[in-house]
């Protein structure tokens, strides 16, 4: 069986930029990606310069576009379940996804891009609006939703920060806990200086239509008028990756050096999956890049040991 030098897991910006830096190091590279992406609710992704407003999948397509011009570079579709061996000598095994192989494959390294999975609060309805009129990333989605009534909905404590960045871009804000009770009444004080209500009524539905939100309806009958609104998520890490490298305490992401060295030797990562904020796309490019670098590095100096 082929020993890749790399096996990158994850075609996100990350992976796939990795993927572009290492191939252009004549590295033999393997990119295998489930197709999960945490982006793939919305229909316009922001802020990548040259590629404002691409759509999130075409973003990813041009990036696979690139990587096909080196016969370097292999893209698999499959679902990485388990890594097993050590630095030199990995072993991976995937699941296969829109056809792509089931089995085994090695390599010498092994580059983590997976991203994170996302758990939204637990607001009714939410599902059917995030993406399209409520989002988690101001500095992502903001600018869309400028100078309109703007609902800020989750039960996490970080709910206040997203509140307070909101109000660069909201005409009139107004922070729904859904009835956890999550700001304290200091911190309520606060917002309520800048004329951002806290309101700990549950919330019971979301009205709209297609995605276009109008209102939100609370359990005392009242119905809120918004047009958007953010909302904080939690994250967690692929299960795989949980087990397979050391984690950071404070923001649950993947502990790397500043060249995406994991605590295993020949583990690295790179983009949202060192659980990074701001979490961006071209944020999580760079950092590719970057491990990717680092990764080629330690290939190239082990030759001379
Ligand atoms: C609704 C929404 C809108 C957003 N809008 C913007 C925006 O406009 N601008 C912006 O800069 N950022 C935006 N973001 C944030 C942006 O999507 C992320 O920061 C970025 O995608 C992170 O890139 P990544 O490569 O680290 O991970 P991802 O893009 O999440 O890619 C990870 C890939 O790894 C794959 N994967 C996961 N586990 C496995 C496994 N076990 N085996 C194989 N493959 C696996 C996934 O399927 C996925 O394809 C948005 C996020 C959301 C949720």
Redo the contacts with the bound molecule.
């Keep these: 069986m082929t020993i890749h030098d790399c096996i990158v897991?994850?075609?996100?910006?990350?992976?796939?930029?990795a993927a572009l830096v290492l191939a252009r190091a004549r590295r033999d590279v393997l990119v295998?990606?489930?197709?999960?992406?945490?982006?793939?609710?919305?229909y316009?992704?922001?802020?990548?310069i040259t590629r404002d407003g691409t759509p999130?999948m075409r973003l990813?397509e041009l990036g696979r576009e690139d990587l096909a011009r080196y016969p370097n570079v292999t893209f698999q579709w499959?679902?990485?379940?388990a890594v097993a061996g050590g630095d030199g000598d990995f072993t991976v095994t995937?699941t296969g996804?829109r056809g792509g192989p089931s089995g085994e494959v090695r390599a010498r390294k092994i580059l983590l891009?997976?991203?994170?999975?996302?758990t939204l609060p637990a607001v009714p309805d939410l599902i059917g609006y995030?993406?399209s009129s409520i989002?988690?990333?101001v500095?992502?989605?903001g600018w869309e939703r400028r100078e309109q009534s703007l609902v800020v909905m989750g039960e996490n404590p970080e709910l206040v920060n997203t509140a307070k960045r909101a109000s660069q871009w909201a005409d009139q804000e107004i922070v729904l806990t859904n009835g956890s009770g999550v700001v304290e009444a200091a911190e309520a004080a606060v917002l309520g200086r800048r004329g951002i209500v806290v309101d700990d009524t549950p919330i019971v539905h979301l009205r709209g239509d297609h995605g276009t939100l109008s209102g939100v309806e609370l359990a005392d009958g009242r119905v809120i008028a918004a047009t958007g609104g953010f909302v904080q998520?939690e994250w967690s890490l692929?299960?795989?990756?949980a087990e397979l490298v050391p984690t950071a305490a404070d923001l649950g992401g993947v502990k790397t050096d500043e060249y995406g060295r994991s605590g295993v030797p020949g583990v690295y990562a790179?983009?949202?999956?060192?659980g990074v904020t701001?979490?961006?796309?071209?944020?999580?490019?760079g950092?590719?890049a970057r491990a990717a670098t680092g990764l080629n590095n330690d290939l190239i100096f082990a030759r001379f040991e």
């Excluded at 499959?78 to 379940?81: A, D, L």
């Excluded at 701001?278 to 490019?285: M, V």
């Design positions: 897991v994850g075609g996100g910006p990350a992976g796939l930029s295998i990606d489930g197709n999960r992406p945490r982006n793939r609710a919305t316009m992704s922001h802020g990548f999130p990813r499959g679902e990485v379940v995937v996804v891009a997976t991203g994170v999975q996302e995030y993406g989002f988690s990333c500095h992502c989605d998520p692929p299960q795989f990756v790179a983009g949202d999956v060192r701001p979490s961006q796309l071209i944020i999580a490019a950092e590719g």
